[in-house]
């Protein structure tokens, strides 16, 4: 069949969702499916925090989009940046002004850290959400230790070895405990003027308890397992100002000033730009950070060629309570509207979307994690070796599965981190400020 006889699919966004649409759609031959992103790689998110601790390389968590599609003869890989869309005219619109038609259009742009209206502190306070970000922090918490050791004013030397996380949730009790890790067991003994062993870690979170989407008992236990690694944990504590030396937070109205020259932001999502643009072209509903309402069938609106999935959507069709941002949801996703495309062509019913939960999973340290799996609930030793497996099956292409999986055994065995590695000059030098502003027009 000549390809401008088949359906075309364009996916918006590499990320779990859209790539596993693509590979999908990928096996049907009376489709055609363009991928864009705006980077030519996908990224497994929940290891960016190893990333920026240095115990696994940027190449380990990523893999080329163009070498994951080779097979799929049908798809066209483009990195670029979708900027609109031409709903009369089923077209995408790119950052050049070029134009792209679609038959169906799958929307997985995922989502950003919110800094609730003080974009100001985003330099200050770097987020976690892409490769440069993980490679940026990096930086940030070796030259911090570089410093300490050069630094003679005792007060100074502290604040260089004192770390601020805000954002108890996944990403930042994850940050915590592998940063404990760096400081207390792998640099021990490498530097000579401080001693890292001495590093004291901070973890901000607004709400009373950390991890708190996870149950209580869990989240009792991540906090003893960060205790035990020496980590201060502040609960109930709001950020107010986030300055070059120092975080003030506000708990009961009392507020508190906290020097310190690292600060890290875990602390709430809002949606890309093209949650707005969904909201202006085909008049959906947002909830308050941007993020879009789907229907059963993940379509919008009265939209049946129009999709939007994981971190981007909220679907509240299977228990009436929205999808957690997780990588499970946006895979399962990814497949069904794959199926529904092709089953649509066939003039078949797919019926809604159901998910199949996964659980809830995070690690806290060497053998310290908490896993939430349906009515099961495990920490410490067993959730760590799950932790481990499932992380190890979803990476992307077999290489990268080896990799990780020696790195992570010579980790195990000798607390050696071999990715400390200090780049560029600025001490921040790769936060693309425009990709998080893109929202504050919201």
Not at 300 to 316: C, E, F, P, Q, S
Not at 411 to 425: E, N, P, V
């Amino acid at each position: 069949m000549p390809d401008d006889n088949k359906h075309h699919v364009v996916i918006v966004g590499g990320g779990f969702g859209g790539l596993y649409a693509a590979k999908e759609l990928g096996k049907r031959k009376e489709i055609k499916v363009t991928l864009i992103d705006k980077r030519n790689f996908h990224l497994f998110q929940p290891l960016l925090y190893q990333v920026a601790t240095g115990g696994l390389s940027p190449g380990d968590i990523a893999s080329p989009l163009r070498a994951i599609l080779k097979k799929n003869k049908n798809t066209n890989v483009l990195r670029g940046k979708v900027v609109d869309i031409d709903p009369d005219n089923k077209q995408v619109i790119m950052f050049n002004g070029e134009r792209i038609h679609f038959d169906s259009l799958i929307i997985a742009t995922g989502v950003i850290y919110n800094y609730y209206g003080n974009e100001k502190w985003l330099g200050e306070s770097p987020p976690l959400k892409t490769m440069e970000d993980s490679l940026g922090i990096r930086h940030r918490i070796f030259h911090a230790f570089e410093e300490a050791e050069r630094e003679k004013n005792i007060e100074k030397k502290n604040e260089w070895k004192r770390f601020i996380i805000i954002g108890g949730g996944p990403t930042g009790v994850e940050l915590a405990g592998a940063l404990a890790e760096l400081a207390h067991f792998t640099l021990k003994n490498n530097f000579r003027n401080f001693d890292p062993t001495k590093t004291e870690i901070i973890l901000v979170e607004a709400t009373d308890r950390i991890l708190p989407s996870y149950p209580e008992k869990l989240s009792k236990s991540a906090e003893n397992s960060l205790i035990g690694l020496g980590v201060t944990i502040r609960k109930n504590c709001f950020v107010n100002e986030i300055n070059k030396d120092n975080v003030i937070i506000e708990n009961k109205g009392q507020t508190e000033s906290i020097s310190a020259q690292t600060v890290l932001w875990a602390a709430g999502v809002k949606a890309t730009k093209i949650g707005k643009v969904l909201k202006d072209r085909f008049n959906v509903e947002n909830d308050k950070v941007g993020r879009v309402y789907v229907n059963e069938d993940m379509t919008i609106n009265k939209r049946n060629d129009v999709y939007v999935l994981g971190d981007l959507a909220i679907y509240t069709h299977f228990d009436g309570k929205p999808l957690p941002g997780v990588a499970p949801v946006a895979m399962q996703q990814g497949k069904y509207i794959a199926r529904k495309i092709y089953n649509d062509i066939l003039n078949k019913n797919t019926g809604p979307f159901i998910y199949k939960e996964k659980g809830s999973l995070a690690v806290i340290g060497r053998n310290k994690a908490v896993a939430h799996l349906g009515p099961l609930q495990f920490s410490g030793f067993f959730a760590w070796l799950i932790w481990i497996f499932i992380h190890i099956r979803y990476l992307i292409e077999y290489d990268n599965k080896i990799m990780v999986m020696l790195q992570w055994g010579w980790y195990y065995f000798t607390m050696k981190r071999g990715a400390r590695l200090i780049t560029g000059d600025d001490p921040f030098p790769y936060v693309d400020k425009d990709y998080y502003n893109q929202t504050k027009d919201n």
